[in-house]
DNA sequence: TAGTGGTCTAGACCACTCA
DNA sequence: GAGTGGTCTAGACCACTAC
């Protein structure tokens, strides 16, 4: 069970700077110092240390070295929507996700052209929402298809979904495409959240790929427009 | 003036497939038979596919092949916000950009928070509103520190700002944190945009950063609610 | 000039997929 | 078992930074 030593390294470092046991602006060991005290060779050191780049842990600069970044002023996560669960710690308030809904039920056209999959196909359909400090202020709608996940439950759709399809159903998940816009709010919208006087909310659609290429859910999140926050990092690109 | 072999296949691959020529679903040749083909090493090879796989142009499963994805499901661009350029080249709409300031100027409080400087330090302020079909729907605000960029103009703004600061300025932008909300419109928006009824505006932070971590720009994009798209492309990391 | 990261090589062994 | 991508090695030369 011996861990790939770029991710050893990788994974050391990044808890390091990440508990503050590495501040800001200090420079790290030369690639070939990294090398020798990992009793590896120094490409390998360098797949971990552009991993960290990547993920904007360091910056790394020709002629100088590498240096750690301070991630504190990026507020966490570095990429990414703020999700339900970091929303509600960060607050630091009471939270629940209500189950409204766990259903097989065949595709209309709308969902079906989403999944890109036959009408009337069945499909399950998850409804969640996401209650923080007594206000429901976001609304995942989850679709999947049943010929890849043949069962779900509310108990399942209660705790991790993500966890049940990769460790439980063994799925591999390869990449996902976020689509965001602002959109007119339904009068589903208005029922099952607390809307306020707000007459649109933002749409985060989510289209999931497993490995193989087939699109296998489609999710739609709703979030009341005043508690919607999304962060992206991105590194410069040479071409 | 020899381009890095890694670059070289990376573009002929990513041109390829985004031309056309090559379908989705199909087989790229293995490492090794490129490898040989380039008359370069694996290792190399592997640089290039590696790339293509992180900007979402291919797919690569251990044991079977790298495939070349369906980019056209992705309606480009594969991540960041649409531009202005793009949103106006897509609607195929007569489109403008009106430079209405290009002063500099000392920071108030609020803006030397932002850029981290002190209070009063002079920054190029410049304040751009764009148009697309008559109608006036992003105001781009920039904030620039001055100490870094020693000039701009109304001409340098009508053209692009970021070809300026890196083919003449010679400055080298490392990463960009961009930070996406939705706020109540400000009497400025209603003031320089065509905001219609809309109370709200999608406003989208962006913090510049140079390779010597030194926060040199701030830029407030602020775009009319039912105008704005965002789009977020991520392999999924294994971890 | 010494030290750094960026590119590249020519191998090697492994884990996985598929016929 | 043949072919594939994933990891790793022990070198090499180069471009850039700093002193």
């Not at 602006?25 to 797949?47: C, D, F, I, M, Q």
């Not at 591999?172 to 006087?197: M, Q």
């Not at 985060?204 to 709703?222: A, D, G, K």
Request: hydrophobic share 40%; glycine share 4%.
């Amino acid at each position: 069970m011996r861990e790939n030593i770029y991710l050893q390294i990788y994974n050391e470092y990044s808890n390091q700077i990440h508990s503050g046991q590495l501040l800001p602006g200090t420079k790290l060991p030369s690639e070939s110092e990294l090398a020798e005290a990992y009793n590896t060779s120094r490409e390998t050191v360098r797949k971990a240390l552009n991993l960290l780049f990547r993920e904007g842990y360091i910056n790394k600069i020709k002629g100088r070295g590498s240096f750690v970044l301070d991630m504190t002023r990026m507020d966490f996560p570095v990429t990414g929507l703020i999700s339900f669960k970091e929303m509600a710690d960060t607050l630091g308030a009471p939270s629940r996700t209500l189950v409204e809904e766990t259903v097989l039920e065949p595709a209309g056209a709308a969902l079906a052209r989403q999944l890109q999959i036959p009408l009337d196909t069945p499909v399950w359909k998850v409804i969640r929402a996401r209650e923080i400090e007594e206000e429901r202020i976001i609304l995942d709608k989850d679709f999947f298809r049943s010929d890849i996940v043949p069962f779900l439950s509310a108990e399942i759709a209660e705790g991790s979904i993500y966890e049940y399809l990769e460790v439980k159903l063994g799925l591999k998940i390869s990449y996902a495409k976020k689509l965001i816009s602002v959109e007119p709010s339904t009068e589903e919208d208005h029922r099952l959240l607390d809307l306020k006087k707000y007459t649109h909310i933002v749409v985060v659609r989510n289209y999931v790929y497993l490995e193989n290429t087939v699109l296998f859910q489609y999710t739609e999140s709703r979030h009341r427009l005043d508690k919607f926050q999304f962060v992206d990092f991105a590194r410069r690109v040479r071409r």
